[in-house]
């Protein structure tokens, strides 16, 4: 390893990025007996909790393209998960909308889920996981806040 280098052993970014990785594995197993993939569960998700959504919106927030997000809904539409109007209404956009297929096949999701989640935090103390988001917080936002900044100084 250079002066310069990274040391994979000690680097917070790479152990994040490991963690994630590892997570995604874990998610990807329990969702494959369902039909799902993460993109496919976090989008139905995203629907559940933030009705209304743009595309747009669902893609930042499942991580993907707008692209990518456009053929998962025309997908999940097809399959019967979501609904979306053929067209809006002038001035007023028709949100997507789970079905209750789509409903039902993200209860069975979110509990496979959140029994990854259960594992993932099984080795550590309520305190040790809230000590643990706060970080993972700062982290988030201290990437997000010094973005432009790092190519000015």
Do not use: W
Request: glycine residues 8%.
């Amino acid at each position: 390893m250079s002066q310069d280098g990274i040391d994979l052993e000690t680097s917070v970014g790479y152990l994040l990025k490991e963690a994630s990785s590892a997570l995604r594995a874990a998610m990807e197993a329990v969702l494959r007996p369902l039909g799902m993939t993460v993109t496919h569960y976090s989008c139905l998700e995203l629907l559940s909790q933030r009705p209304g959504l743009s595309n747009s919106e669902l893609a930042r927030g499942a991580f993907v393209t707008r692209q990518s997000m456009n053929v998962l809904l025309q997908a999940l539409e097809r399959d019967g998960y979501v609904t979306r109007p053929v067209e809006a209404r002038v001035g007023k956009v028709l949100p997507t909308q789970l079905t209750p297929r789509g409903r039902h096949s993200l209860e069975k999701a979110t509990a496979a889920v959140r029994s990854v989640e259960v594992r993932m935090l099984s080795g550590m103390t309520r305190e040790e996981q809230a000590a643990a988001s706060g970080m993972l917080r700062s982290i988030v936002q201290s990437l997000r806040t010094t973005e432009g900044s790092e190519q000015q100084g």
